[in-house]
């Protein structure tokens, strides 16, 4: 087919790439990081920069860019690359979802920090990459780290206890573990046998899903403050 004078493209094309070429824009923003396997909390709206060339089809649906990327772009590129990506998500997003982007980037490995501190970041993107980290394994850990900075008790992620890794360690005996969709069978299995080796060594361990995390925050808040207050 052909879905724009100078383009042709094959069966089976990604449907967010043909509405890019046929829109003459390019995919970015949270669009774009869930296509990089980035996680992503909430991504409804198709998320386009627009570039500074020619005429556009009209734009009726999802949400457009129009600054200056952070890195210029091939005239015929239709995806951003990582810094424009980030750089957008940081001026788009909400701070913890816009977080979780920027932790799951340096996990994967994706960005150079030394590279990225160099760029002219705006002041929300320069104050994600110092806070962000890429020890964080899913979005839910990263939820998690923002959300108790306020305590004045030492938060350390993935750390090492009794051959395994724990999510979270708080002060010295609180460990938090929160369980995505693969804590079932034969993980669910090795996981309470590593929290009864913990117990046996005097730690204190909470366990969390997904759900409460990201919908019963304020009781799961006050059980980790009840947990620091009875030492």
Known sequence: TRPRRGWVALPGIDPALMFAVAHGVVLTCVT???RMGLWVLKDSDIHVAIPGRGDHPELKQGVAHWSRPLVPRNPSALVDPIENVLGYVAACQPYESALTIWDSARRKGLIDVERLEILPLRPAARKLLSESTPY??????????????????????????CGHRVDFLLGS?????????????AQRDIDNRHDAELRLRGYHVLRFSYVQILNEWPRIQEIIQSAIALG
Not at 137 to 161: N, P, Y
Request: glycine fraction near 10%; hydrophobic fraction near 45%; charged fraction near 25%.
């Open 173 to 185: 005996r609180l460990v938090v573990q929160i369980d995505g969709g693969t804590h079932v069978g």
């Open 32 to 34: 774009q990081a869930k």
């Open 136 to 161: 964080a394994d899913s979005g839910l850990e990263t939820i998690f780290r923002a959300r108790l900075r306020w305590l004045k008790v030492e938060l350390r992620t993935q750390i090492w206890l």
